[in-house]
């Protein structure tokens, strides 16, 4: 079992950049796929992008291909997703999940643990 704990949200203006992380908890963090989504408002929680498991391998939503990073350090049992050129349509609740079995994919229903989530408001 893994738990999972996000941090790094917060308010910031359209165009600007953030940078989330999320610290694993547990010895097995590198055995997991590790995924992003969000929520907003009003809205079904949506795939953002997600990372293999050794980091070499990456997939994003178009929505967001090109401004968002993922990465992976199985050393500090961490991921974090750098956001740039941030816009008001990117405002939600992000949510860092990890996935025990299979390879990447975008359907949270696939994802075996997840964040509490933190929050990310972009101001037009």
């Known amino acids: 079992q893994v738990q999972l704990v996000e941090s790094g949200g917060g308010l910031v203006q359209a165009g600007g950049s953030l940078r989330l992380s999320c610290a694993a908890s547990?010895?097995?963090?590198?055995?997991?796929?590790m995924g992003w989504f969000r929520q907003a408002p009003g809205k079904e929680r949506e795939f953002v992008t997600c990372?293999?498991?050794?980091?070499?391998?990456?997939w994003y939503a178009d929505s967001v291909k090109g401004r968002f990073t993922i990465s992976r350090d199985n050393a500090k049992n961490t991921v974090y997703l750098q956001m740039n050129s941030l816009k008001p349509e990117d405002t939600a609740v992000y949510y860092c999940?990890?996935?025990?079995?299979?390879?990447?994919?975008?359907?949270?229903?696939?994802?075996?643990?997840w964040g509490q989530g933190t929050q990310v408001t972009v101001s037009s």
């Open positions: 547990g010895r097995t963090f590198s055995s997991y796929v």
């Open positions: 990372i293999s498991r050794a980091g070499g391998r990456t």
């Open positions: 999940a990890a996935r025990s079995s299979g390879s990447l994919g975008n359907n949270d229903q696939n994802y075996d643990y």
